[in-house]
């Protein structure tokens, strides 16, 4: 879709918040022992999926050293190793794994944005960041006109969808939706239907708060929905 692509490149050419700015050319210099002949990609991370997806999902932010360095969302580190393969398991991605931009991945029927598109400093954007790069998540919403789920991955995710929907009147507050994991939330007639899961981080999938089958079953419950 030729407007995707439009937001897309604004995107990658956002310079909003100094700080971000800072951070991600900062790590693309640093780098990691184990990519140190990678050349970092140091720019914020565009949207990435099927432009007719039925299926939204809302992550946080780009990884430091995975979306930071390979330029799409949740590749190249742990959370995306954990999120593609209950993607693939459940028919939303055309292979188990995600290691560069090109390694020929596909999703099906899926997009994947993010509440902030430049990796911050220890995984917590400040709030008038996320104020800042909330437009290109509303945009998206806009364009992706075939959604009928959507998944929140972790808290602030889960926050940022439903005061975008607050400040558009579809919502009157934010109060009455408590984030769980797995759990659905009506948004209103007309509007998506909102599933809160646990991020595949790896402080929740190396400690047990979130496995494999916990994660499997939200893929599951949306094809549900679809159905």
Request: some cysteine.
């Amino acid at each position: 879709m030729r407007a995707l692509e439009i937001l897309n490149r604004k995107i990658i050419a956002c310079q909003k918040c100094p700080r971000l700015v800072e951070y991600r050319a900062h790590i693309a210099v640093v780098k990691r022992r184990a990519y140190m002949d990678w050349k970092y990609w140091a720019k914020p991370v565009p949207g990435f999926g099927d432009p007719n997806a039925r299926v939204l999902l809302v992550g946080l932010a780009p990884g430091a050293h995975g979306a930071n360095r390979t330029g799409r969302v949740f590749t190249g580190d742990s959370s995306g190793v954990f999120l593609y393969k209950a993607m693939y398991d459940t028919g939303f991605a055309s292979q188990p794994t995600s290691i560069s931009r090109d390694d020929g991945l596909t999703l099906i029927d899926a997009y994947i944005g993010a509440s902030v598109r430049c990796a911050p400093p220890d995984n917590k954007p400040a709030p008038d960041e996320i104020r800042n790069c909330r437009p290109y998540l509303e945009r998206e919403l806009e364009l992706l006109g075939s959604v009928k789920v959507v998944i929140a991955l972790g808290k602030l995710a889960f926050d940022n969808y439903l005061t975008i929907l607050r400040d558009q009147g579809k919502i009157t507050r934010r109060a009455g939706f408590l984030f769980a994991h797995d759990r659905e939330h009506a948004t209103g007639p007309g509007q998506p239907t909102l599933i809160s899961s646990y991020h595949p981080s790896q402080q929740n999938t190396s400690t047990g708060k979130l496995t494999p089958e916990m994660f499997r079953a939200v893929f599951e419950h949306a094809k549900r929905l679809l159905d």
